[in-house]
Nanobody, 122 residues
Framework: QVQLVESGGGLAQPGGSLRLSCAAS????????MGWARQAPGKGMEWVAA????????GYTDSVQGRFIISRDNVKNELYLQMNSLKPEDTALYYC???????????????RGQGTQVTVTS
């Protein structure tokens, strides 16, 4: 079965950086676009970033464009999210997710992991 295990979350100061990782198993990782989503306290789920199967294309929600970078390693079956210039509003539970379809700018996910907490505070 599909398993997605996130790691790398933690506490960061405003302006700081964190790198999230996701280990994928149970499916052919290189056949699927992948992405990250987040849920802040008291808010709904929000997509953050997504990447094509071979990494040739990426997409970002407007609030993280230019600050976050998504990447993948199809040999290691891992997905990454480099988060720079962090802001308090980036505080959320971050999920690694498998893309089911991506018809336009916003991807749709069918599986996600348990999440890793990111807290940005001074």
């Amino acid at each position: 079965q599909v398993q997605l295990v996130e790691s790398g979350g933690g506490l960061a100061q405003p302006g700081g950086s964190l790198r999230l990782s996701c280990a994928a198993s149970g499916f052919v990782f290189s056949n699927y676009a992948m992405g990250w989503a987040r849920q802040a306290p008291g808010k709904g789920m929000e997509w953050v970033a997504a990447i094509y199967t071979d990494g040739s294309g990426t997409g970002y929600t407007d609030s993280v464009q230019g600050r976050f970078i998504i990447s993948r390693d199809n040999v290691k079956n891992e997905l990454y999210l480099q988060m720079n210039s962090l802001k308090p509003e980036d505080t959320a539970l971050y999920y690694c997710a498998k893309v089911s379809r991506w018809p336009d700018k916003v991807p749709y996910f069918d599986y996600r992991g348990q999440g890793t907490q990111v807290t940005v505070t001074s």
